[in-house]
């Protein structure tokens, strides 16, 4: 069973910076796509940012500009400029592979002075 594990959630405050990693037990090239999704309490998880084996990317609207979704040396990466209020979430990395799709346990953010 594929794991994912992320890590580098805390507390920042406004305007503040945060990078999540994401590692998994298998090669994360074996991935055909893989993102970053966030749920706030009372919300509905939503897609923040996704990277595909061809290194093509793509953001959700309120983080165009603040958040940067990349791989390096085998990790997932979300690095998050600019935080505001409204980022505050647990943060979740997710990669399909082979047709299926796999969670971590998530990564809480909180964004508040």
């Known amino acids: 069973q594929v794991q994912l594990v992320e890590s580098g959630g805390g507390l920042v405050q406004p305007g503040g910076s945060l990078r999540l990693s994401c590692v998994a037990s298998?090669?994360?090239?074996?991935?055909?796509?893989m993102g970053w999704y966030r749920q706030a309490p009372g919300k509905e998880r939503e897609l923040v940012a996704f990277?595909?084996?061809?290194?093509g990317t793509n953001y959700e609207d309120s983080v165009k500009g603040r958040f940067t979704i990349s791989i390096n040396n085998g990790v997932l990466y979300l690095w998050m400029n600019s935080l505001k209020p409204e980022d505050a979430a647990v943060y979740y990395c997710?990669?399909?592979?082979?047709?299926?799709?796999?969670w971590g346990k998530g990564t809480l953010v909180t964004v508040s002075s």
């Open positions: 997710s990669g399909r592979r082979d047709g299926m799709d796999a």
């Open positions: 298998v090669s994360i090239f074996s991935f055909s796509t």
């Open positions: 990277i595909n084996r061809g290194g």
